[in-house]
């Protein structure tokens, strides 16, 4: 079956990233990143429930820390549980493009679906100048990183465009083309953060990851060299041979 196929076959709500949450180690990772302080109003849209805000108050001693999310249930549980634990934090039930964010000076914004990722980078444009808005995985559409601890990304307004994504993709990456090494060092990166401490098929997921990093790579025309590297070749023929899953169409696309 062709990737796309097998991503298929998973959950949704894990695919869509609706029921997934970043571990507490990667909110402190990110906090740090950022240099998150006593200064700053953070917000988490798309919070899920209430353990980024929390550590942004307890841990990072932010002034103000909000978190928005558009399910009643969730946001009612995260008003509850943060009452219990008596951190003062504010949570909202609001769909994210109506909510009024000009008083922030830090996002956290992990959403994967383009038409939300393009309605918020418009009203992100809008925010004061040195608002911190941190995405995960790729920086905001067409902006080159302020910075980047991969997978974690820090966007900062007023945003600068990258002319290319050949350009945007090296500035993730930090290299002059991506290569097997690269490739796999930034999946692992990102299984390693993003994964639950407990995750038992993370080498799979490095895996799949690395092949996607290589092969978008290559589509971009910033792949070192010409050829397949042998060691790309070895894991599209073991996802084949042991998975089953196909990835050559790709390359022939
Ligand atoms: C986008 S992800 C966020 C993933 C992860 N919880 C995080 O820490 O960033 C899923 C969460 O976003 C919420 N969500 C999705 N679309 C939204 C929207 N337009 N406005 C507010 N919340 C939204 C979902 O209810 C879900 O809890």
Request: some cysteine.
């Amino acid at each position: 079956m062709k990737i796309e196929e097998y991503l298929e076959t998973l959950p949704e709500n894990v695919l869509s990233g609706e029921d997934v949450q970043l571990p507490k180690k990667s909110f402190q990772e990110i906090f740090k990143f950022v240099e998150l302080g006593e200064n700053d109003i953070f917000y988490h849209l798309g919070c899920s429930d209430e353990t980024g805000v929390q550590i942004a108050k307890q841990e990072f001693n932010v002034k103000k820390a909000i978190g928005i999310d558009n399910n009643q249930g969730k946001i009612q549980n995260a008003k509850n549980h943060i009452k219990e634990k008596n951190v003062n934090a504010e949570f909202r039930c609001e769909d994210i493009e109506n909510a009024d964010l000009s008083d922030a000076t830090v996002i956290l914004f992990w959403f994967t679906d383009d038409k939300i990722i393009n309605k918020m980078f418009e009203k992100f444009e809008n925010l004061n100048d040195e608002t911190k808005i941190i995405t995960i995985w790729g920086p905001l559409p067409d902006c080159l990183p302020d910075k980047v601890n991969f997978p974690y990304i820090l966007n900062k307004t007023p945003f600068s465009k990258a002319k290319t994504m050949q350009e945007q993709l090296l500035a993730i990456f930090g290299v002059k083309c991506v290569d097997f090494v690269t490739a796999w060092e930034f999946a692992e990166r990102y299984t390693k953060s993003i994964g639950s401490p407990e995750i038992k098929n993370d080498r799979f997921l490095t895996i799949i990851q690395t092949l996607v990093i290589w092969i978008n790579a290559k589509k971009l025309g910033v792949a070192c060299g010409d050829e397949i590297p042998e060691s790309i070749q070895t894991y599209i023929n073991i996802m084949k041979m042991h998975f089953d899953i196909d990835f050559e169409y790709l390359l022939k696309e």
